[in-house]
């Protein structure tokens, strides 16, 4: 079971964090270089689709895999020990990218303009960066150590 909770949990890593790099690094430039929002819409519409189930399933399986690492919440919220800590660092950074997201798809996404591009570009980069660190962080966590 728990091999197959890990399949899904990578099958999830690769679709939340292979789409926003992909995101990141080919269509936000582009839509930067030629100001037309309308490539980051487009993106979006299609990515939201599997995106959002990916980060859900991640949520699921990755409580699963750290309850077998640590049975007790509350060490992952005092960041008790090194293998807490980590499964913590993952929680605070979920907070992040929902806080990141939530603003995204209120906010920003519905008054998107070519002059609000780059704010649009920095909410794409941080959750960008946190969902690298959240990859990062998985494998402190699958070694038990750097
Ligand atoms: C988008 C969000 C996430 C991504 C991209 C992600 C990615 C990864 C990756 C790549 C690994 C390495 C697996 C390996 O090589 O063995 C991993 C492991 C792990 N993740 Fe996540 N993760 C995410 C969210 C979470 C969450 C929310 C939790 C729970 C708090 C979590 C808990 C764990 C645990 C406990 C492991 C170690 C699994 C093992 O080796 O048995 N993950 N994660």
């Keep these: 079971m728990d091999y197959s909770v890990l399949v899904i949990h990578l099958l999830g890593a690769a679709v939340w964090t292979g789409g926003h790099l992909v995101l990141a690094l080919t269509v936000l430039p582009r839509a930067l270089r030629l100001r037309d929002p309308e490539i980051l819409r487009e993106f979006e519409q299609g990515f939201e689709r599997i995106g959002i189930p990916a980060l859900l399933v991640q949520v699921a399986s990755g409580v699963w895999l750290a309850w077998r690492y640590s049975p007790d919440p509350i060490a992952w919220i005092?960041?008790?020990?090194?293998?807490?800590?980590?499964?913590?660092?993952?929680?605070?950074?979920?907070?992040?990218?929902?806080?990141?997201?939530?603003?995204?798809?209120?906010?920003?996404?519905?008054?998107?303009s070519a002059?609000?591009?780059?704010?649009?570009?920095?909410?794409?980069?941080?959750?960008?960066?946190?969902?690298?660190?959240?990859?990062?962080?998985?494998?402190?966590?699958?070694?038990?150590?750097?």
């Design 78 to 112: 005092t960041l008790a020990d090194p293998v807490s800590a980590g499964i913590g660092l993952k929680l605070g950074l979920l907070v992040l990218t929902a806080l990141f997201a939530v603003n995204a798809r209120f906010r920003v996404i519905p008054q998107l």
């Design 115 to 146: 002059e609000t591009l780059p704010l649009m570009a920095l909410h794409i980069r941080a959750v960008t960066l946190f969902s690298v660190l959240f990859v990062a962080t998985g494998a402190y966590l699958s070694r038990g150590g750097f």
